[in-house]
């Protein structure tokens, strides 16, 4: 212990050498190794200071905090402060809108990092810090980032200076400075807390106090706590005798009124807390944490510190050689070093500050349970507790983050890795998680976070490259043909898998038993009018299409992405086709797929009625049909979205071609879609319009005989309108109950994507074709001033 002094009053010992620093406080020595002036310090600034710093932006890295004045404040390195500053949470950062109150001989309310300082005293003390040791503490919890000589761990909080330490005060006719009793402190907590009532003052040994009164009369000394300075933390670095019961009753008090209670152990070097407040620090129902102290190293207990001992509420922070703010007045310096287990509870004080800023709506009980199961364990547990305090382990997320769908914290939830909204290829997906914005959601502790859910948005882009990917796949695969024109059958089988291929070749006699087709096209004309056929994942239930359709599916982008079935790409399924002639130029045809839906996800049942008429040059396709899915909509997936998502959608399209001579052609296609969406959980949703255009302009015999040239524009599909009304996760209340905002969500994509493509196609007698294409893309993926430009080779080889 350092500085320290004994008292004798009445044959009673009542501050203890070992135990105190300034009668009744832990810690406060001066530095082992003092930077210089009385007390130690140095780094004496002016009467003006820098505005406070900017916070670095959302998502900076660790090092946007490490400034001088945090590596100046040497406690907030060990703790790994600078880490968890830059961990996103979705409150305030800093401390901010929370008050810490400092129960300590006071704080010095000139100095000029405590320019927002409130400042209680109590009695007829004045209110000044003539001591140094509180505002040493009141810098290590709260001191302003601001650019210059330090900065508290809870650097946005606001110090609320508690002076429960008398100056000067007369024992039994002995003088002694700096002293505080159990009715002091017991003031200072009830204020602290809230709590105003008026309390009866007794001495060290339980005697009550007394006064003269003006007519000479003796009257019992009493203090009026002041309700005003209430904070949401407190620290008390100090230690006093409490034979009435009256600091565990105050701190009992504090803890119904849900005030975190934070108290160093005492500089003994022995087993366990040396006085109240902290021998209480158990009794309390998880509100209050006793704070043992760390050497320079992080790593080992301080040599004076007391260990935790049986206490189970119980952490270690650095509490040697710590550099905080003092009072000119007092120590010549506005900056100077002490050591001692008061200045290691402020570290914690600060913290729990934080993270009642970070964590909003959590209860209070709560933060003290995380602050201490994510200390760092570097030892025994009778000896540091839980471990050393760490910033970055407390500010980020404990086990698996979720997005919580039920009423509580602990109610239904869905994984955050499960949430996603893939757009399918109207871009409405995307749409929805842009609009729902910043979401809460939750670690395993029920701890809330802020997450940009625009991010789980995937682009309708996706469909495009994959578009490209399939023209210009290089894949060689077999392919089985069988036609009979006198029986009116046309079977196509393709296998599309490379090790089946490999297998096929690799035999003597190149059976083809030996190849598993895994896409098969069967069709049976049972007379000149009448047709019927089956596919197996033979691509999209398209209908009769005709010239428009062949030429936009030479293109680069492929067919799909300029119709609006909402399954343009199927999955597993079968697809089965009657068609009849209707007349010598009209053919009908109807079709029903069932199959998987949209990416795998759920099942769609298509039926579709179409219709193609010849006359002369002139060819029109008509289509009207309905898709029912499960588990997608419109094509979008809405992971965590919304649950039981089901769908009905309508459309009709029509495409018109017309063969202008033997080399020239034109041709034009328009699709529309009304969509309506079931489904449950956070999304609901109201009815979706989609639609897609396209035109194409062929010329054959460019160059030679056997070329074609086609030109192709489109717009591709996209929803046009549409809403969804999306509860989304907003805060947590301190009982656990989860609050959603309604927000309104657009589901049409903020721009609509056009496409311009060119296919210059050369064909061969042998079987062989070469296409040479390219591409440009406006407001690519539906993404206002987006622009996609490509180009491919492909050749085709039968054999």
């Not at 703010?325 to 934080?354: C, D, F, Q």
């Not at 210059?760 to 987006?786: C, E, K, M, N, W």
Request: aromatic share 8%; hydrophobic share 40%; proline share 5%.
């Amino acid at each position: 212990m350092h500085n320290s002094f004994s008292l004798t009053f009445r044959g009673a010992f009542v501050c203890l050498a070992p135990l105190l620093s300034g009668c009744a406080i832990f810690g406060g020595g001066s530095d082992p190794e003092p930077m210089g002036g009385a007390g130690g310090g140095g780094l004496v600034l002016g009467p003006t200071r820098p505005a406070l710093l900017p916070e670095p932006m959302l998502g900076s890295a660790p090092v946007a905090w490490l400034s001088r004045e945090y590596a100046n404040s040497n406690g907030l390195a060990l703790i790994s402060a600078a880490e968890g500053y830059a961990i996103r949470q979705q409150g305030a950062p800093g401390g901010q809108g929370r008050r810490v109150a400092i129960l300590d001989s006071g704080v010095d309310a000139t100095h000029p990092e405590f320019a927002n300082a409130e400042i209680y005293a109590f009695g007829y003390d004045d209110r000044r810090d003539l001591n140094g040791h509180g505002t040493h503490v009141a810098g290590t919890a709260t001191a302003r980032r601001d650019g210059a000589g330090v900065h508290g761990v809870a650097y946005n909080a606001q110090p609320v200076s508690l002076k429960v330490m008398r100056s000067v005060d007369v024992i039994g006719g002995v003088e002694a400075r700096f002293v505080s009793i159990g009715s002091d402190l017991a003031t200072g907590i009830l204020s602290a807390a809230g709590i105003g009532t008026t309390i009866q003052r007794f001495d060290v040994v339980g005697n009550p106090l007394l006064f003269r009164d003006a007519f000479g009369r003796l009257q019992f000394q009493t203090l009026t706590s002041n309700p005003g300075a209430r904070s949401d933390v407190m620290n008390m670095s100090l230690g006093v005798p409490d034979p009435r019961g009256q600091v565990f009753e105050a701190m009992s008090a504090a803890a119904r009124a849900g005030t975190i209670m934070v108290s160093a152990l005492g500089n003994d070097s022995r087993v366990g807390p040396s006085a109240a407040p902290g021998i209480y620090t158990d009794r309390l129902g998880g509100l209050a944490i006793g704070v043992a102290a760390l050497d320079p190293s992080g790593t080992r207990l301080a040599s004076f510190s007391n260990t935790c001992g049986a206490l189970f509420h119980c952490i270690s922070a650095p509490g040697e050689g710590i550099l905080s703010t003092v009072p000119a007045i007092v120590e010549g310096t506005n900056y100077g070093r002490k050591s001692g287990t008061s200045m290691a509870a402020p570290h914690v004080a600060g913290a729990a500050a934080l993270a009642q800023a970070a964590f909003p709506g959590v209860a209070p009980r709560d933060i003290v349970d995380r602050i201490l199961r994510t200390a760092d364990p570097i030892g025994p547990r009778q000896v540091f507790g839980f471990g050393r305090l760490n910033i970055e382990r407390l500010m980020a997320p404990v086990g698996m983050l979720s997005v919580p769908t039920g009423a509580t914290v602990t109610g239904a939830a869905v994984p955050l890795s499960a949430l996603q909204a893939t757009s399918g290829p109207g871009g409405a997906g995307a749409a929805l998680a842009a609009a729902t914005g910043r979401i809460m959601v939750l670690d395993s502790m029920g701890f809330p976070f802020a997450y940009d859910a625009g991010s789980r948005g995937v682009s309708p882009g996706q469909l495009t490259r994959q578009a490209l990917d399939d023209f210009i796949d290089l894949t060689v695969a077999p392919r089985m043909d069988v036609v009979s024109p006198e029986l009116g059958l046309r079977i196509v089988g393709i296998s599309t898998t490379d090790d089946q291929y490999r297998d096929w070749v690799r035999t003597s006699d190149h059976q083809r038993e030996d190849i598993t087709f895994s896409q098969m096209d069967v069709s049976f004309d049972a007379s000149d009018t009448l047709r019927f056929g089956f596919s197996s994942e033979a691509g999209p239930v398209s209908g009769l299409r005709g010239q428009h359709a062949a030429l936009v599916s030479s293109g680069l982008l492929g067919s799909d992405l300029s119709d609006v079935n909402p399954v343009p790409f199927s999955g597993d399924g079968n697809t089965f086709r009657m068609a009849f002639a209707a007349g010598n130029d009209t053919w009908l045809e109807t079709a029903f797929h069932e199959g998987d839906g949209y990416y795998g996800e759920g099942e769609t049942q298509t039926f579709l009625v179409s219709a193609q008429h010849r006359r002369g040059p002139f060819e029109m396709s008509l289509r009207l049909g309905q898709t029912d899915e499960t588990g997608a909509a419109a094509g979008a997936v809405y992971s965590g979205f919304a649950s039981d998502v089901s769908a009905q959608t309508v459309f009709t399209g029509v495409d018109l071609a017309w063969q202008a001579s033997d080399r020239v052609s034109l041709s034009a296609g328009y699709s529309v879609a009304q969509t309506s969406i079931d489904s449950g959980g956070l999304t609901r949703f109201g009815d979706q319009t989609s639609d897609a255009a396209s035109a194409a302009l062929s010329i054959g015999g460019v160059f030679s005989s056997n070329d074609r040239l086609t030109l192709i524009a489109a717009l591709p599909h996209a929803t046009r309108s549409g809403n969804a009304t999306v509860s989304v996760p907003q805060r947590r209340t301190p009982e656990g109950a989860v609050l959603y905002n309604e927000i309104s969500a657009d589901l049409a994509p903020q721009a609509r994507e056009k496409s311009l493509q060119a296919v210059y196609s050369l064909f061969s007698r042998a079987g062989r074709r070469l296409d040479i294409a390219g591409f440009t893309r406006f407001d690519a993926d539906h993404v206002q001033g987006a622009r996609d430009t490509g180009a491919a080779l492909r050749a085709t080889f039968t054999f």
